[in-house]
């Protein structure tokens, strides 16, 4: 089974600087088949990436995403307020068929 | 625009059997390439996918959960059913629904808001 470990745990920055969130996989991952969500407190996930770099609808052109094989990094560029939340890198796996989650990494105000 | 809604019992007691019920509206079950997946989220850990259901009701499950979970459609109502048997306090969560991204079916494009169930005597 595929684990995905994302890191660090709680990044503390403030608005207008860089985030990078890396997730690393224990084996290598078609990059097809790697997205990224955002999730706010009381809320559900929201799609931000897939396809390691395809950015969902709707998605601002400050997040992208980039890695291949057991490497992948989320970049949101210009922090604002509303990017404070947790995010998970996720993928998924044709055989078995299934979906596994990182364990995400807290983005605070610093 | 695609939603999903998820309903169900909130407090249910060990070793009684789940059932959630997601309606949706937006797309059609019918579709080829459509599908819909279940995913729990303990307080304050991360998501876990439990089952999947594909338009031509070929399904998929949990390899850690499969002898527990039931997933099941009625396109007629564009619902699809989760039971979740035996549950355990650690069956504790919020169960959310979501469409799969079409094409890909990599990820979970749209979810519904959750329904927190409590597993407790």
């Known amino acids: 089974e595929i684990v995905l470990t994302q890191s660090p745990g709680t990044l503390s920055l403030s608005p207008g600087e860089r985030a990078t969130l890396s997730c690393r996989a224990s084996?290598?991952?078609?990059?097809?088949?790697l997205a990224w969500y955002q999730q706010k407190p009381g809320q559900a996930p929201r799609l931000l990436i897939y396809?390691?770099?395809i950015r969902a609808t709707g998605i601002p052109d400050r997040f992208s995403g980039s890695g291949s094989g057991t490497d992948f990094t989320l970049t949101i560029s210009g922090l604002v307020p509303d990017d404070f939340a947790v995010y998970y890198c996720?993928?998924?796996?044709?055989?078995?068929?299934?979906?596994?989650f990182g364990q995400g990494t807290l983005l605070e105000i610093k | 625009q695609v939603t999903l809604r998820e309903s169900g019992p909130a407090l249910v007691k060990p070793t009684q059997t789940l059932t959630l019920t997601c309606t949706f509206s937006?797309?059609?079950?019918?579709?080829?390439?459509?599908?819909v997946s279940w995913i729990r989220q303990p307080p304050g850990k991360a998501p876990e996918w439990l089952a999947r259901?594909?338009?031509?009701?070929?399904?998929f499950y949990s390899t850690s959960l499969d002898t527990r979970l039931t997933i099941s459609k009625d396109t007629s109502k564009n619902q699809v059913v989760l039971t979740l048997a035996n549950m355990d306090p650690v069956d504790t969560g919020t169960y959310y629904c979501?469409?799969?991204?079409?094409?890909?079916?990599?990820?979970?494009?749209?979810w519904g808001q959750g329904t927190m169930v409590t597993v407790s005597s």
């Open positions: 996720q993928r998924y796996d044709m055989s078995p068929r299934g979906y596994t």
């Open positions: 937006g797309f059609s079950l019918t579709t080829s390439g459509m599908c």
């Open positions: 396809g390691t770099s």
């Open positions: 979501a469409q799969i991204l079409v094409g890909l079916r990599s990820a979970f494009d749209t």
């Open positions: 084996q290598s991952v078609n990059y097809s088949y």
């Open positions: 259901i594909d338009w031509d009701d070929e399904k």
